[in-house]
C-alpha cells in the first residue's frame, strides 16, 4: 500500500502546476465516478469477449493444415502471444473497474485507488503492447496515443481525489469496535 501512496504523491507532484477545474466541476466528477468507472467496466468486458473470440481464432489456425508452418509458427503464434498479453491486462483492468463501482458510489476511497491501479494496469499494458508490436511505427502509434489517453485519464481521476481523500467507510458500514 505504502507504493500506491508513494507513487499517488508523486502523481500528485507532477500535476500541481496543471490548470485546475471549477469546484462544480470536481464536486460532478466525485459524484458521478461511479457510473463513468461502470460504463468503462462494460465497455472492457465487451473487449474481453472480442479479445477472447480473437484468441480461440487464432489458437485454431495453429491446427489448420492449410497454413504452411512458417507461417503458424511466426505470424500466427505471435498474434495468439500479444492477444493473450492483452487479454489478461484487459481482464484486469475490467474486474478493478467494477469492483471500484460501489466504494466509489459510497465515495470511499478505496474505490479512487482501485481506479487509480486500473490505470497503472493500463500503463504497463500500453508499455507491453507497444514492445510487442515488433513494429517501429505501430511502437510509436501505441505509445504517443496511449500516453495521451493514459495523461487524460489520470488528469480527471486526479482532479476528483479530493472529494475521496478524506472518506475512509460510508455511512451504511459499522466500524468494528
Known sequence: MNVLKNLEQTVVGWLKKAPRLPR?????????????????????????????MSVLGNLSMLGNPYVSYYTTATI???????TTVSLVFT?????????AVT???????????????????????????????????????NIIFGVLWLIFA???LFEAREQF?????SKGIKKNA
Open 76 to 82: 500466427v503464434g505471435l498474434a495468439a502471444i500479444k
Open 91 to 99: 481482464a484486469i483492468v475490467c474486474i478493478l473497474l467494477a469492483v
Open 103 to 141: 466504494p466509489l458510489k459510497e465515495k470511499q476511497k478505496k474505490g479512487w485507488s482501485l481506479v487509480f491501479v486500473a490505470l497503472i494496469v493500463s500503463a504497463i499494458s500500453i508499455a507491453v503492447g507497444a514492445v510487442l508490436t515488433l513494429n517501429v511505427f505501430g511502437f510509436l502509434a
Open 24 to 52: 462544480i466541476s470536481k464536486v460532478w466528477l466525485g459524484d458521478n465516478l461511479w457510473w463513468i468507472a461502470g460504463v468503462f467496466a462494460a465497455l472492457t468486458a465487451i473487449a474481453v469477449l472480442g479479445l477472447v
Open 165 to 169: 481523500v478524506h472518506v475512509e467507510r
Open 154 to 156: 489520470i488528469y480527471i
